[in-house]
């Protein structure tokens, strides 16, 4: 037997390499992998919104059984009686705060008169809550009064922006008018009734001492009646008018 012997006479280029056919198959069972894990996710991302939103809606349906159930406990006439009284209470609430004593007006310019000061009128405005506006006209013994009148009705924080104006000595005393705003806080009627005015009665400065006293004014012959002639310390003037506009 002979050795060496090929097995075909075919001959064949020994230069040529042998391509593998498997390298194209590989990728694309990667590329196929990837969308089968991409499609996988995506299905089971879909199915747990779907889930998770029907889970919200049977909590909030659960909720507002629960809620409902509640409010069945309770009587609800009993409910809509004390929604009027808390209604008609903050009503009350805001009125009061709102309302003003004339009263406590009244007795402020009586602690603050001076009792050589008499006044003959008065009338007052209350169309504007937020200034009442106020006129006066009166008789003093002589000037000094109008003078400290002046300085208590300043310090008093009930009469504000006071103008004295006519000013006229005449035979039975020196004639004046007087024309202001009355601090709506100072006669707050609750406020007043707290004692948390601003000005209260309270908190005044009396007038206690006369003018004529620190500076005795001109003697008078005359036998005209004076309305000082009362006591000493006591105002006796007539009864003040008063008109107010609503």
Do not use: C, W
């Amino acid at each position: 037997m002979e050795v060496g012997v090929p097995n075909s006479f075919i001959p064949h280029d020994a230069t040529t390499p042998t391509v593998s056919s498997h390298t194209g198959a590989g990728l694309m069972d990667l590329v196929t992998l990837i969308a089968v894990v991409l499609f996988v996710a995506s299905g089971a991302l879909a199915v747990g919104s779907f889930l998770y939103l029907q889970f919200v809606n049977n909590q909030s349906v659960q909720d507002q059984n629960e809620i409902k159930a509640a409010q069945a406990a309770f009587d609800p006439s009993l409910i809509q009686q004390l929604t009027r009284l808390d209604q008609r209470m903050n009503s009350a609430e805001t009125l009061l705060s709102a309302h003003i004593a004339p009263s406590a007006f009244f007795t402020a310019l009586n602690k603050m008169t001076l009792s050589s000061i008499s006044f003959q009128s008065l009338s007052f405005s209350a169309s504007d809550p937020k200034g009442i506006a106020l006129q006066m006209s009166g008789i003093a013994r002589d000037i000094n009064a109008v003078a400290l009148q002046a300085d208590l009705f300043g310090k008093s924080g009930v009469i504000t922006d006071a103008i004295f104006s006519g000013i006229n000595q005449q035979v039975d005393g020196v004639h004046f008018s007087v024309a202001g705003y009355v601090n709506p806080a100072s006669i707050n009627y609750a406020a007043m009734v707290t004692g948390q005015s601003s000005a209260g009665v309270n908190q005044l400065p009396t007038a206690t001492s006369s003018a004529s006293a620190a500076s005795p004014g001109p003697s008078s012959s005359q036998n005209t009646p004076s309305p000082f002639s009362g006591a000493a310390g006591q105002q006796n003037s007539p009864q003040p008018t008063t008109t107010s506009t609503p």
